[in-house]
């Protein structure tokens, strides 16, 4: 049995996932429903505003994931999500007010102590990461996260991020690492129209990434995940170097809230990715 991509690693009483192997200077996580404030379908670690929860329970629970990552991050840049593929580089000089955040679903950054907050309920987070050899300038680093429901994965948010990590690091993207984190797998994301149209156009091998349904015609199982490692690969990025953790949110409702298990009403988990903030 292969090594797991991701393991649990508590941290304050807030289980995190974290990746087995990550480079020292790589700060990534993903929340799980442990270890927070709020109650009924949002227990216990909801960090999404707008899903129907207590504000103070949210807020709370914020704090504490942001304790339990261990760092003291000089900002939390997070995007307001739309389902496309506009990516927006994160930047201490341009930083945006938390209330008036821009529309986009991919973040990069290359500046430490910047981290990235997206958050999910079954669609795909795309944590990315580089290095740069900057010469006398030394090692530029980056990472993004990109957040990639069916919409997303289609409009190729993944790939967008990826160029943009890129061009900021002025590299090409076969020097990128990638991690596909928690969320809906083949197991249990069922599509059909017009999600099996709009994979059809987006994507030659779409036909590679579907399985039949135990309920038959129209509806087929969609794999996010091996769709999203293809749209990586077809942006540059070197197989070897793209993780899956292979966690389905939607198998595993006692520990990932899931929008499709739920029936709709439920919590967000968060996905972060930051340099760590070693100069601060
Ligand atoms: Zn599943």
């Known amino acids: ?3 797991p991509v991701m393991h649990v690693r508590p941290h304050d009483g807030v289980p995190l996932l974290v990746p087995a192997e990550a480079p020292p200077w790589l700060f990534l996580a993903f929340t799980t429903r442990g270890g927070g404030f709020s109650e009924g379908p949002f227990a216990s670690l909801n960090l999404g505003r707008s899903v129907g929860d207590r504000p103070d329970a949210v807020r709370r629970n914020r704090e504490r994931v942001l304790a339990a990552t261990g760092e003291r991050w000089h900002w939390v840049a997070g995007a307001r999500q739309v389902h496309g593929c506009e990516v927006v580089v994160a930047s201490r000089a341009a930083a945006w007010p938390a209330e008036c955040p821009p529309e986009a679903d991919a973040l990069v950054t290359t500046e430490p102590g910047v981290l990235l ?9 795309v944590f990315l990461w580089g290095e ?10 980056g990472v993004a996260l990109a957040h990639a429901g069916w919409r997303g994965t289609v409009a190729g948010v993944a790939a967008a991020a990826a160029r943009r990590l890129a061009a900021e ?3 090409g993207p076969a020097a990128l690492s990638a991690l596909i984190g928690p969320s809906i797998g083949p197991c249990c994301y069922e599509v059909d129209e017009p999600v099996l149209s709009a994979l059809d156009s987006a994507f030659a091998w779409s036909r590679e990434v579907l399985s039949p ?9 969609l794999d996010l995940w091996e769709t999203n490692r293809r749209v990586l690969i077809d942006a540059g990025l070197r197989p070897e170097n793209i993780y899956v953790a292979g966690l389905c949110t939607a198998c595993d409702t006692e520990r990932f809230y899931s ?9 967000r988990m968060a996905g972060l990715i930051g340099i760590r903030p070693f100069d601060a």
């Open 1 to 3: 049995m292969p090594a």
């Open 132 to 141: 740069s050899d900057g010469g006398s300038q030394g090692k530029g680093r």
């Open 169 to 171: 690091l002025g590299t």
């Open 259 to 267: 929008h499709r298990a739920s029936g709709g009403r439920t919590g």
């Open 117 to 125: 907050w997206a958050t999910f309920a079954d669609c795909v987070p």
């Open 213 to 221: 349904s135990p309920r038959g015609e129209p509806y087929r199982h």
